[in-house]
């Protein structure tokens, strides 16, 4: 069973914080990690994607990635509440029996940025 | 780029009729489609991985019987639940990629209620 493992918050921080969230992967051969927000009711939106190890800046957002720990992580600076929704951690790995590749996703942390 | 539209975006039936929800790439050509259903609190879960022209891979637990998915073009995909139960009511999300170990875009979702 290939999973991804979130803490489901809620992680609370207040505005203008940094939110850090965390997420570990079983399956030690993936090699394509993304992280997705979804708020209530709606349907996930790409954030970041990571392929190597290190660190990869997108405006407010900083992926890392550590594949000797199996950990993916999610940095949001200057947090807006706004930014207040599920932060999903998806692992893309083979499923079933064919081995097709498709995005695993954890249960997702909940970020409230407090006003 | 890379939208992917899906309709409707809600939906009610009643118990033991079928419904189609359609997942359309707009402005790329979908190499693999999936669908996933989403129960209130809970993550993603994989249904099934489709290809143009190819038959639908499941995931374990899956009848493909009572959820026919058909991927007729590169553009398009549908998910037909049949003879759908309450049980059935759930939010239906289908995503489409370019191709393996690329991120994957995500439909508005389908919300079925089965009364």
Request: some cysteine; glycine content about 6%.
């Amino acid at each position: 069973q290939k999973e991804v493992e979130q803490n489901s918050g809620p992680l609370s921080v207040p505005e203008g914080a940094i939110a850090s969230l965390n997420c570990t992967y079983s399956d030690r051969v993936s090699q394509s990690f993304f992280w997705y927000r979804q708020y209530s009711g709606k349907s996930p939106e790409l954030i970041m994607s990571i392929y190597s190890n290190g660190d990869k800046e997108d405006g407010r957002f900083t992926a890392q990635l550590n594949k000797a720990s199996q950990y993916v992580s999610l940095l949001i600076r200057d947090s807006q509440p706004s930014d207040s929704a599920t932060y999903l951690c998806a692992v893309n790995n083979r499923h079933g029996d064919t081995g097709r590749r498709a995005l695993t996703f954890g249960s997702g942390t909940r970020l409230q940025v407090q006003p | 780029g890379a939208v992917v539209s899906q309709h409707p975006s809600w939906v009610i039936c009643k118990s033991g009729t079928s419904v189609k929800i359609e997942c359309r790439s707009l402005d790329f050509q979908a190499t693999t489609m999936f669908w996933y259903r989403q129960f209130p609190k809970q993550s993603l879960m994989l249904m099934a991985t489709s290809n143009e022209g190819s038959k639908a891979t499941y995931e374990q637990g899956v009848e493909k019987d009572k959820f026919l998915i058909n991927h007729a073009s590169l553009t398009l995909s549908t998910l037909t639940v049949t003879s759908a139960h309450p049980e059935d009511s759930s939010f239906y999300i289908c995503s489409a990629s370019r191709q393996y170990d690329t991120e994957a875009f995500f439909g508005q979702g389908t919300r079925l209620t089965v009364v």
